[in-house]
């Protein structure tokens, strides 16, 4: 088999284990939705619709007040080229710190890096019923936390370091803990009360996977490119020219994403009732 041919049949085979995840996933986040009465679901399930027919209008800017309470945070330095959004939804992902297989990891932010149109993006994106609800020293030891992320995925990424194990994903996400701890001088106090509020937000907000938001900053940044090109940043070494080529290829990976959620929709309203008819998604 050509190499061509092998990384078809590759990506072919992680395509389908993903959609079978995903369908898995909309088992597990049917009950928690079970759970809610039926005006809440209703509003989640809108979201979602809202979001498979406009991906891009899943994340919206920060208001001006949000933005200044970040900046006085952290520092207007360290986020003067970093584009903020903020969402209603919370990611998932599959658990790198539980070991079932089962179990999902929910997240309130996310850091991700864009090639476009021969710039570089950084985008982090934010769960806004959590800006609203954290306290200032959880909310900054957020902050620290995805900018530590940001800065050791780099760095993995100058070693060419470009597919991470389950395990190797842990190590990150630990490393960056300790780190944001560090900058941040969180109490323990505060970091159990900042994980409980993640899983309260969890139990009622949209749940959308990773890929899925990663589809929708990419495509918000496609569809606001007048107001969004002014972050954007040449590469600056060797390590960045080499990723654009890669980096290009992420649209046609954005429309798979979307492609993937559509199922995981189908799933999530078959699984929330009997029949499904309610949203949309009657078995016949």
């Known amino acids: ?83 903020w959004l903020k969402t209603k939804a919370l990611i998932f992902a599959p658990s790198i710190l539980a070991p079932s297989t089962s179990s999902l990891d929910y997240g309130i932010a996310m850091h991700r890096r864009f090639f476009l149109r021969g710039l570089w993006f950084s985008i982090i994106a934010l769960n806004e019923a959590y800006i609203k609800s954290a306290t200032e020293p959880m909310l900054r030891y957020m902050l620290e936390h995805e900018i530590a992320q940001g800065e050791i995925y780099k760095e993995l990424a100058a070693q060419h370091i470009k597919i991470l194990s389950s395990g190797m994903k842990g190590v990150v996400h630990e490393e960056a803990r300790v780190k944001a701890i560090q900058r941040s001088a969180i109490s323990a106090d505060e970091l159990h009360r900042e994980r409980q509020l993640i899983l309260d937000l969890s139990a009622q907000s949209p749940l959308v996977p990773t890929h899925f938001a990663s589809a929708s900053l990419f495509k918000y940044l496609e569809e606001n490119w007048e107001e969004v090109k002014q972050f954007g940043l040449a590469s600056q070494n060797e390590i960045e020219r080499e990723l654009e080529l890669s980096a290009e290829k992420f649209a046609d990976w954005a429309d798979f994403s979307c492609s993937a959620f559509k199922i995981f929709l189908l799933e999530l309203k078959r699984e929330i009732t009997m029949t499904g008819a309610e949203y949309g998604a009657e078995i016949v």
């Open 1 to 83: 088999m050509t190499p061509l041919g092998e990384e078809e049949r590759n990506s072919k085979k992680y395509e389908a284990e993903y959609i079978a995840w995903t369908e898995r996933a909309a088992k597990e986040i049917a009950e928690t939705l079970k759970k809610l009465n039926f005006d809440r679901i209703n509003k989640i399930i809108e979201f979602y619709e809202k979001s498979l027919e406009h991906p891009a209008s899943m994340h919206f800017p920060l208001e001006s007040e949000e933005k200044e309470k970040i900046e006085k945070l952290i520092g207007s330095n360290r986020v003067e080229k970093t584009i």
